[in-house]
C-alpha cells in the first residue's frame, strides 16, 4: 500500500501549530523484515528515479531537512538514500556561519551549494536556520552586521519573504524544492539523549549544546511553525514527518522522495532516427 504523503504535507496558508500535528503515527509495517522490504523497494525505485534524473538532465531536486536535535536527520538521509549513485547526490550540513559567510546576505552560503541539473542536494539544516536558531537566540541577529534598518518587527517577514522568492526561483528555473521536518517529541528527545550519555557507542554524539537548547523548546517550536506557516507554498511544499519512530519516518521521507521525483514526470532523451542509424553502424563494426 502506498504511503499517502499529502497526510503530512502542510498546505500554503495553513497556520501550523506543532502542538497539533503528531510525532507518531501507527505504524507502517507489520514487522522489522517488513520494514526492512519496504525501505529496500522504496530505495530501488529512488535509485531508478536519480539514473532518470540525470540522463534527462532537465531539473534539480533539493531536499531541506530541519529538526529539533535527535530527530534522526543523519539517519533518514543515510537510509533513504542508500541506493542513490553518489556521484548524483550531494549532502550539505550547515553550522554556524563563518566569518567571511557573515559578511554576505543569509542566503549566500547555501545558494552555492544548490544542486545542479541532474543531481539531488540534501540540506542537512539550512538557511532556515536563520529564521530559527536566529530567531530564539536574538543575539545571534544582532552579531549578523545587519543596516539599521532591520529591526526584530521587520527582519523575521522580510526573511520568509526572501526565502519564498528563493524557493519560486528556483522551482521556475527546473529544481524542485522538498523541505521535511522530522517532528520529535519532547519526551522521545529525552530517551534519546539519555541513550547517548548511557550507550557507549553513542557516547560520541552526545552534546552539552544539546541539554541548554532543549530549555528552549517551546520557542523553538513556535519558531517553526510561523516558519512553516509563512514559506510552505503549492510548489515548495513542507512535509511534518512524525519522528517518534525512526523506521516509520524514514519511510514516510522516502515515499515524500519518491512522489517528489515521479511528478517530474521525467523520461530518457529520445534518440533522434539518425542517432538510430549511427549507432546501428557501430554496432555492426563491433560484431565484425
Known amino acids: 500500500m502506498k504511503i499517502k504523503t499529502q497526510d503530512f504535507r502542510v498546505a500554503e496558508g495553513d497556520a501550523v501549530d506543532l502542538d497539533q500535528w503528531a510525532t507518531e503515527t501507527k505504524p507502517l509495517y507489520k514487522s522489522k523484515k517488513a520494514y526492512r522490504k519496504l525501505l529496500e523497494d522504496q530505495v530501488g525505485q529512488l535509485s531508478d528515479q536519480q539514473r532518470l534524473l540525470y540522463a534527462s538532465n532537465r531539473h534539480a531536486l533539493?531536499?531541506?531537512?530541519?529538526?529539533?536535535?535527535?530527530?534522526?536527520?543523519?539517519?533518514?538521509?543515510?537510509?533513504?538514500?542508500?541506493?542513490?549513485?553518489?556521484?548524483?547526490?550531494?549532502?550539505?550540513?550547515?553550522?554556524?556561519?563563518?566569518?567571511?559567510?557573515?559578511?554576505?546576505?543569509?542566503?549566500?552560503?547555501?545558494?552555492?551549494?544548490?544542486?545542479?541539473?541532474?543531481?539531488?542536494?540534501?540540506?542537512?539544516?539550512?538557511?532556515?536556520?536563520?529564521?530559527?536558531?536566529?530567531?530564539?537566540?536574538?543575539?545571534?541577529?544582532?552579531?549578523?552586521?545587519?543596516?539599521?534598518?532591520?529591526?526584530?518587527?521587520?527582519?523575521?517577514?522580510?526573511?520568509?519573504?526572501?526565502?519564498?522568492?528563493?524557493?519560486?526561483?528556483?522551482?521556475?528555473?527546473?529544481?524542485?524544492?522538498?523541505?521535511?521536518?522530522?517532528?520529535?517529541?519532547?519526551?522521545?528527545?529525552?530517551?534519546?539523549?539519555?541513550?547517548?550519555?548511557?550507550?557507549?557507542?553513542?557516547?560520541?554524539?552526545?552534546?552539552?549544546?544539546?541539554?541548554?537548547?532543549?530549555?528552549?523548546?517551546?520557542?523553538?517550536?513556535?519558531?517553526?511553525?510561523?516558519?512553516?506557516?509563512?514559506?510552505?507554498t503549492t510548489d515548495s511544499p513542507w512535509f511534518v514527518v512524525p519522528a517518534d519512530d525512526k523506521d516509520n519516518a524514514r519511510l514516510i521521507v522516502s515515499q515524500i522522495v519518491l512522489d517528489a521525483l515521479e511528478d517530474l514526470k521525467m523520461h530518457y532523451p529520445v534518440v533522434s532516427a539518425a542517432r538510430k542509424r549511427e549507432l546501428k553502424a557501430f554496432r555492426r563494426q563491433l560484431a565484425t
Open 62 to 232: 533539493l531536499l531541506v531537512f530541519q529538526a529539533m536535535d535527535t530527530a534522526g536527520k543523519d539517519g533518514a538521509i543515510r537510509h533513504v538514500m542508500s541506493g542513490v549513485n553518489p556521484q548524483g547526490c550531494q549532502v550539505f550540513s550547515f553550522q554556524h556561519p563563518s566569518e567571511q559567510e557573515l559578511k554576505h546576505d543569509f542566503l549566500w552560503r547555501t545558494t552555492r551549494d544548490l544542486p545542479e541539473r541532474g543531481r539531488i542536494g540534501i540540506f542537512n539544516r539550512s538557511y532556515y536556520e536563520e529564521v530559527l536558531i536566529v530567531r530564539v537566540h536574538s543575539g545571534i541577529l544582532r552579531s549578523e552586521g545587519l543596516p539599521d534598518s532591520a529591526t526584530d518587527e521587520t527582519v523575521w517577514h522580510d526573511r520568509y519573504r526572501s526565502i519564498v522568492d528563493l524557493e519560486r526561483h528556483l522551482h521556475a528555473n527546473g529544481t524542485r524544492v522538498v523541505k521535511v521536518f522530522l517532528h520529535l517529541s519532547k519526551e522521545e528527545q529525552r530517551k534519546r539523549l539519555l541513550a547517548r550519555i548511557d550507550e557507549p557507542d553513542k557516547n560520541w554524539k552526545f552534546s552539552a549544546a544539546d541539554i541548554t537548547e532543549r530549555q528552549f523548546w517551546d520557542d523553538y517550536l513556535q519558531a517553526y511553525g510561523q516558519a512553516l506557516s509563512a514559506t510552505s
